[in-house]
């Protein structure tokens, strides 16, 4: 239908320069320029129309079983449903999450390859490692995903149970603990740095590949703390395996309402959101944007996925909030708070 009409107009605008005769030739670039516009432009809805055609691949910049590779398999499977084609969830780590997004970005703009993330790999990663691509320019949003807390937890021979005790704790022993971080930049490193900053303590820090390993060493006593993504640690929570000692946020989370807030300890506003998103590769076009993004509306509204999601105490926002646009208000907002103190904290590459 698309190639016909295409076809259609074309030959309606050289029947017309021909019965104009020479005035057309006077007006050759603007016949041409439209005739393009008009093939272009049905051309890119004729693709949209019929995308995909093939599986989508979901980009994870983090190793399986983190927090965000958790969230990508939850919804991959609602997704493929919607869209009739597979959706592939793809694991590429390294360089504080940053070549998985630039995996991503290097792939056609064409929906096929889309780019899953959360604050680490789209906020702290690419000022940190100095990539050479924009981390806001060069993404085209689809949809903010699910909302979480940083929580700081310590390994179950830690010789304190309170976040006074920690503190009190810290500043009786400085350097000498050791904090898991995520990767210079990451949401736990920046986390780490702000509550040093914010209770005048200091120690070390351990860099990890992903949530997963930096749990894993957290369990086995081999690190002292960590600021890590809350719902990824709730199972162990709920069993004593880490302790729990302040959440990063301004209000006390919903699945363990008994861990104190950072202002509860006497740090006013020191929290830091830890939210999630999905991107694809800027200049994919926007109906496939649409069909994407009502996708990941219908994943959220599946029972199983959001009582799965709310069990592992993540938040899906409001139907209105889970637009292109309030992702992209979103993103650029945490980098304008964000760049500036980890540019004043001259954050290395570790």
Request: net charge positive; glycine share 8%; hydrophobic share 45%.
């Amino acid at each position: 239908m698309a190639t016909g009409a295409m076809t259609l107009q074309s030959e309606s605008a050289a029947a017309d320069c021909s019965r104009h005769g020479m005035r057309c030739w006077t007006r050759t670039a603007s016949c041409v320029a439209l005739m393009l516009c008009a093939a272009l432009g049905l051309s890119g809805a004729a693709v949209a129309q019929d995308y995909p055609v093939k599986p989508v691949v979901m980009i994870v910049p983090f190793p399986p079983g983190g927090s965000t590779d958790i969230l990508a398999r939850l919804i991959s499977e609602p997704i493929r449903a919607v869209l009739g084609q597979p959706v592939v969830v793809q694991n590429v780590t390294g360089a504080g999450a940053t070549i998985g997004v630039a995996r991503a970005l290097q792939a056609p703009p064409d929906g096929y390859t889309l780019s899953i993330g959360n604050w680490t790999s789209h906020v702290g990663g690419p000022v940190v490692y100095r990539v050479p691509w924009h981390v806001v320019n060069d993404l085209e949003p689809v949809a903010p995903l699910t909302v979480t807390s940083l929580v700081i937890v310590g390994r179950t021979g830690l010789p304190v149970n309170t976040a006074q005790e920690f503190i009190a704790w810290l500043k009786a022993n400085p350097d000498h603990a050791t904090a898991a971080t995520v990767g210079a930049g990451s949401g736990a490193h920046v986390c780490a740095i702000y509550f040093g900053q914010k209770t005048g303590t200091t120690f070390r820090y351990v860099p990890y590949r992903g949530g997963a390993p930096a749990i894993a060493d957290l369990l086995a006593n081999q690190v002292d703390f960590f600021c890590g993504e809350a719902s990824q640690m709730l199972s162990h929570l709920q069993v004593g395996k880490i302790k729990p000692l302040v959440v990063m946020s301004k209000s006390r989370w919903r699945p363990l309402p008994d861990i104190p807030t950072m202002e509860e300890t006497g740090a006013s506003d020191t929290y830091i959101t830890f939210w999630n998103g999905l991107w694809a590769p800027k200049g994919t076009p926007k109906p496939i944007i649409a069909k994407l993004n009502d996708a990941v509306l219908k994943a959220f509204a599946d029972p199983t996925v959001s009582k799965r999601l709310t069990d592992l105490g993540q938040e899906i926002p409001p139907r209105d909030q889970l637009a292109p646009g309030v992702l992209a208000a979103l993103h650029k907002s945490e980098i304008d708070k964000w760049w500036p103190l980890i540019k004043a904290a001259n954050i290395k590459i570790e």
